[in-house]
C-alpha cells in the first residue's frame, strides 16, 4: 500500500530512523508509484481508450491507496464512456430499432470490451433479431418479384401467341381468298 509505505517512512523521517528496511520501503514505494504513474500514462495516451484496461489500472492503483488527479480523470472518463454507451443502446433500440445505429453501438462497444454489458447484450440480440427479419423480406421480396416475373412472362407468351394466331388466320385467309380468285380465272 502506497499510502502504509508513505506514512511509515514519514514516521521514519520524523524519527531520523535510517535503516535497511527503511531504505527498503523507500525503493519499494519509488517502484510501485512509477509503475502505476506509467500504467496511467500508456491508457490515457492510447489512441483509443479500452476501458477494461483502464479499470484494471484505476483498481491497481486502488489497491495501493495511489491516489492522483490522473486517477481521477481516469475514472470520470471510463464512467462516462460506460454512461455514452448505454444511451446509445438505449436509443439505437427505441421508440423503433435502427439497425445501422444498433450496428454502430455494437462495434463502439466491441472496442472497449464492453459486449458483456447488459445493454450492449440486448442491443445486440435485438440486433441480430432485426437482421434476420430483414433478410427474410428481401427473401419473400425476391420470391414475389420472381413470382410477377413469371406471371408477366406467361401473360406475354400468352398476348404473343393469340397476335400469332390473329396474323396467321388473317394471313391463311388472305391467301385462300387470292387462290379462289386465280380459279376463277
Known sequence: SCKGLSTALDAAGRHACYNAEVEAAKVLLNRTVSKLTSWLKDVSSAPKLNIVEAEKVVIACERCDYTSKEVTTL??????????????CATAVTPSPNIERMRDVIELAGRHQLS???SV??????????????????TLQRIWRGHLARQHAKG??????????????KNYRDHVEVGREGEGE
Not at 464512456?81 to 448505454?86: C, E, F, G, T
Not at 406475354?156 to 394466331?165: C, G, K, M, P, R
Open 75 to 88: 475514472t470520470t472518463k471510463i464512467a462516462s464512456i460506460r454512461d455514452s454507451i448505454r444511451l446509445r
Open 116 to 118: 458483456e454489458d447488459e
Open 121 to 138: 447484450r440486448r442491443t445486440r440480440r435485438i440486433y441480430e433479431k432485426e437482421v434476420r427479419m430483414r433478410a427474410a423480406v428481401i
Open 156 to 169: 406475354l407468351a400468352n398476348s404473343l401467341f393469340w397476335t400469332a394466331t390473329r396474323w396467321h388466320r
